[in-house]
């Protein structure tokens, strides 16, 4: 790139004084003003806000049970020691904390001169119950068994006589809850709780209902199975879990009054119990609603419920019962229809424009009795019908896909159940009526709706709701090419279409937390939402899984299903690198801590199973465009992986590392007698993966990498410019070539627009992204998966720049170091951190090239353009122009 001239504009926001500067964005456990956090140790963050180049060197925090005590400067419940760091958290042990409180806390931080002193306002957050023995209602349910079909009813009426100043309630199902007070639902929180192994571990949510509770009250709700009680056949065995049972709760209703004084409404068998208009729900078949079967006013406390019977009270079904809190799963969207095809006066075909996760709002009128399907999928025939062919296969099958225990019986079934199929029947009457499943959802870009009479639908009649586990959205990338910035637009549409209360796979024929999927997507993930709270939630549901013999099973949750040699390491690294990228990102090692036994564990089992010390089971190079990597070879560099992440692990939390380096060198002396061709500079059978995936991890000699890395981008070049692997290519071929200056060849494979590539996607209409490259695999695959879609993250980190130095943490040492290539004339991509936004922008006009940095207060950055620039510590806008041919 010719220089014809340099200007460096600081557009200074770094004055002498520090005055300016002030505390913001304070949150205790990442959430701003949380109620029912139960944990022990309590993290508390915050950010800075001002224009001075003031950097944090310590905090100190304060916490009182009353506001008034903490500006007083008299905490009655914790003054912390002065903590010297510079990152904006504090994780503090505080064994005062009661349950179901309010707690009122600041911080206090010095720069490294203490000259400067900063207290932040005043926060709270609330507690929840910290433990299952601290609860004092019971878990209830009806006397049905888990074969049958209509859900479970319940109410409680109450009379409250005294001024209330707040009222919480915490609820807790085995299967999923919606509940009323006095006919209102309580959040517009879907799908609660979140899924695990119902066994072992449970949720409960903390709602606040205040502003819902009267004199005369009625506490209802209404249980759906969810994967708790799958009553269908399915592949992965889940009619067949060990925890299945009918549906029930536990609830704690707590009222705190004016005069201080408390009440607790209990669940118990006071509650009186019944079934109504929902007769049947299923995760993958769907729901069934007779609007004919709802007593009228069965929510409200008017309504006599003297024909309803006692609830039963039941033991716990898991030893452990803790908070959620992660974001729930919300209504994110709501998406009006592309278009509307109509079949006949019964029969007709949605398209919604758009691939996504949820399900539809239905209005319709017709007579007493008349029944209504919604068939959801994501094809459609040539002949214009809903196209469902691809995943019944799945479904109520027996045969090669469905292994039963010994002795097990298949379920009661019904073997007209449809896979993603909602029926309403209709009440009657002069009005519309309206349906909105509650407790399934579905993957779909088209609705086929049928009636059992004439019916006449119209664009207002329905809508798609679009839901995900609600994560703010914190990064963005657009770009000057409409094909790149469409392949992003479509990943986050597939990251959110897969994500409710764990990461999954699809959410039209599976639902299931395949273990790599969730890591190879885990920086596109993290570098454009806040999962924090969601990853390491799942990462409590590995220790969960992990069985005696030490083993994980391929998908997180499971009921039994995948503890298979076909699954392998490469899937089980999702539990070594998520925690790493939680640490890289979040500068948090909780994950990291509380997993640590379960691998130990698991890198025992591994070591049992080696043979002449190899490791070589597994799957490997997931779908490959083409050319299969060998299975062993990356079984083994991922054994390799394991120890070198282990090895970290051990150092950040004060454990002796030396055991697991010693056999991370034992292991990469193996793979590269046994797998690499140093003459030949070659991997393996020389795939585009095998080339990557040793450079990535580190496994490659040194004096070889160099050459390792041309060797792939000649490979690629030589491929003209198409990709050839699989999944685990989709994330490392594209990262490696960057790190070795081979911008160009990523941007022309990622600007492809015939297949194998993710162009090709585009040009055929899709909005997210499918599971495979191929044509004949396209057809019939699942066409919402996210795990080839680490290319957006490639984006973000490289065409706009946006990275960190390999050893920091917390994006607190930024690097900018964008791609200035001539194929695209602007990129823009923007990154919140733990301490603010990072922005970088570049754009071409004419001969000029422009670029446009923001870091936030208390980062430092190195920004590279035709020199090295240092910015920081403070809140920068860097603005560089520089004159090109």
């Given at each position: 790139m010719k ?5 460096f ?5 770094c004055?002498i ?40 060197n310590?905090?100190?925090?304060e916490?009182a ?9 008299k ?15 504090a994780?503090?042990?505080i064994?005062?904390?009661q ?6 806390w ?6 490294k001169?203490?000259k400067?002193k900063?207290t932040?306002?005043?926060s ?6 910290k ?12 006397n049905?068994n ?9 109410r ?10 707040y009222a919480?309630?915490?609820v807790s199902?085995a ?9 209102d639902?309580?959040?517009n929180?879907i ?8 066994n072992k571990?449970?949720?409960?949510v903390?709602h ?7 004199n005369?009250n ?11 009680n799958?009553?269908s056949?399915?592949?992965w ?12 709760f ?8 004016v005069?201080?004084?408390?009440e607790?409404?209990?669940?118990d068998?006071?509650?009186?119990t019944?079934?109504g ?20 006013g ?8 003297s024909?309803?019977e006692?609830a039963i009270?039941?033991?716990s079904?898991?030893p ?5 809190i992660?974001?729930a ?10 278009s509307?095809k ?10 919604f424009?758009?691939?996504?996760a949820?399900?539809?709002r ?10 209504v399907?919604?068939k959801y999928g994501e ?6 019908r809903?196209?469902?062919n ?12 469905v292994?039963?225990k010994e ?14 199929m ?5 009440k ?14 579905k993957?779909?870009?088209?609705v ?5 009479e004439?019916?006449?639908l ?13 994560v703010?959205k914190i990064?963005?990338f657009?770009?000057s090419s ?22 999954t796979d699809?959410?039209q024929?599976?639902?299931n937390g ?7 997507s885990?920086?596109?993930a ?6 924090l ?5 799942w990462?409590r549901?590995?220790i969960?899984?992990?069985?005696s013999e ?9 009921a ?13 690294l999702a ?6 990228a ?5 500068g948090?090692?909780?994950?990291i801590?509380q997993l640590?036994p ?5 890198l025992?089992?591994l070591?049992?199973?080696e043979?002449?010390?190899m490791?070589?089971?597994g799957?490997?190079d997931?779908?490959p465009?083409?050319?299969?990597t060998?299975?062993?070879f ?6 390799y992986y394991?120890?070198?992440l282990?090895?970290?692990f051990?150092?950040?939390?004060g454990?002796d590392?030396?055991?697991y ?11 590269n ?8 500079s070659l ?5 585009q ?14 004096e070889?990498?160099k050459?390792l890395?041309g060797?792939?981008n000649e490979?690629i ?6 990709l050839d ?5 989709s ?5 490696v070539l ?7 060849t990523?941007?022309?494979m990622?600007?492809?627009e015939d ?7 585009i040009k055929k209409g ?10 004949e695999?396209y057809?019939k695959?699942?066409?919402n ?5 680490d290319i ?6 490289f ?5 960190q ?13 964008p791609?200035?290539?001539?194929q695209?004339?602007?990129?823009k ?5 733990l301490?603010g936004?990072?922005s ?13 940095v ?5 980062c ?15 809140n920068?806008k860097f603005k560089?122009?520089?004159n090109v041919?």
């Open positions: 220089k014809t001239a340099l200007l504009l600081f557009l200074l926001h004055f004084s520090n005055a300016d500067t002030h505390i913001i964005n304070l949150k205790c456990e990442f959430l701003t003003e949380p109620i029912g956090v139960d944990s022990h140790n309590p993290r508390f963050s915050w950010q800075f806000k001002g224009k001075s180049n003031f950097q944090q310590s905090y100190l925090v916490i049970s009353k506001k008034h005590l903490l500006n007083q400067g905490a009655d419940i914790l003054i912390s020691e002065e903590i010297n760091t510079t990152q904006p958290i994780v503090i042990p064994n005062n904390l349950d179901k409180s309010r707690y009122y600041r911080v206090t931080v010095w720069d001169a203490k400067t900063i932040s306002p005043a709270w957050f609330e507690t929840g119950i433990s299952l023995s601290s609860w004092k209602a019971s878990w209830i349910t009806d049905q888990m074969d049958f079909r209509p859900s479970p009813l319940f409680k009426t109450f009379t409250v006589q005294k001024k209330i100043k919480r309630l915490y199902a299967g999923y809850y919606e509940i009323f007070l006095n006919g639902k309580v959040s929180h799908l609660d709780p979140g899924y695990t192994h119902f571990r449970l949720l409960y903390t606040d209902v205040t502003t819902l509770i009267k005369k009625c506490i209802s709700a209404v249980l759906g199975n969810g994967w708790y799958i009553q056949l399915a592949v065995n889940f009619d067949q879990a060990e925890w299945r049972n009918r549906p029930r536990i609830s704690e209703l707590e009222i705190v009054y005069d201080g004084s408390r607790t409404i209990l669940s068998s006071s509650w009186r019944a079934t208009p929902y007769r049947f729900n299923n995760l993958y078949s769907g729901e069934i609603i007779d609007a004919n079967k709802e007593e009228t069965w929510k409200n406390h008017t309504f006599d419920d024909n309803w006692n009270e039941v033991i079904p898991a452990i019962l803790e908070s959620q992660m974001p799963i919300k209504i994110t969207e709501e998406i009006a229809p592309k509307i109509k079949i006949s006066d019964r029969i007709y075909v949605v398209d424009g758009y691939n996504s949820g399900f539809c239905f209005s319709v009128k017709g007579q007493k009795g008349m029944k399907t919604l094809k459609i025939n040539p002949e214009g809903l196209d469902q691809f995943i019944n296969k799945y479904f109520q099958k027996e045969g090669p896909l292994k039963r002795g097990a019986k298949p379920p009661v079934i019904d073997t007209n159940e449809i896979f993603q909602d029926t309403y029947i209709v009657g009457g002069t009005k519309k009526e309206t349906f909105v499943p509650s407790f399934s959802y993957g779909f870009q088209f086929e709706i049928e009636s059992s004439p019916i006449q119209t664009e207002k009649d329905i809508t798609a709701l679009f839901i995900h586990t609600d703010k990064g963005n657009s770009c409409e094909l790149l910035t469409k392949i992003y637009e479509a990943t986050m549409r597939a990251y959110k279409s897969n994500l409710h209360s764990i990461p699809c959410p024929r599976e639902k395949w273990t790599a999927d969730a890591y190879i885990i920086d596109l993290l570098l454009n939402y806040d999962g709270l969601v990853y390491e939630k990462m549901d590995f969960d899984n992990q069985n030490g083993k994980i099973a391929g998908i997180v949750p499971s039994g299903w995948g503890y298979i040699d076909w699954v392998g390491p490469t899937w089980d539990m070594f690198v998520i925690p790493d939680l640490y890289r990102y979040y948090q090692t909780r994950a801590e640590y379960t691998l130990e564990r698991y025992s089992y070591e049992s199973r043979k002449d010390g490791i070589t089971f799957i490997g997931w779908v465009a083409k050319t299969k060998p299975t062993d990356t079984s083994m560099c991922t054994y394991d120890h070198v282990m090895a970290k051990a150092t950040l939390l454990k590392a030396s055991p380096q010693r056999k991370a060198i034992e292991i990469r002396e193996i793979v007698k046994r797998y690499f061709d140093p003459v030949r991997y393996a059978n020389g795939s993966t095998s080339y990557a995936y040793p450079l990535y991890i580190g496994l490659a000699p040194d070889h990498r050459a890395a060797k792939l490979s070049m030589n491929n003209n410019y198409y692997f699989g999944m685990m290519g994330r490392y071929v594209p990262r960057s790190a070795y200056g081979y911008h160009e990523v941007l022309k990622a600007l492809k297949e194998p590539s993710w162009g090709s996607w899709l909005t997210t992204l499918p599971e495979w490259f191929q044509q695999e057809d695959a699942s066409l998966h996210v795990f080839l879609g957006s993250a490639w984006m973000l980190n065409l706009a720049g946006i990275r130095p390999d050893n920091a943490v917390g994006f607190q040492e930024i690097i900018i170091q791609v200035y290539t001539k695209l004339n602007s990129v991509g923007e990154f919140i951190s301490n936004k990072i970088s922008a570049w754009e071409r006009k004419g001969n000029k090239l422009q670029l446009i923001r870091i936030p207060q208390n430092t950055a190195t920004v590279y353009t035709n020199k090295t620039i240092k910015l920081g510590p403070g920068y560089w122009n520089e041919n």
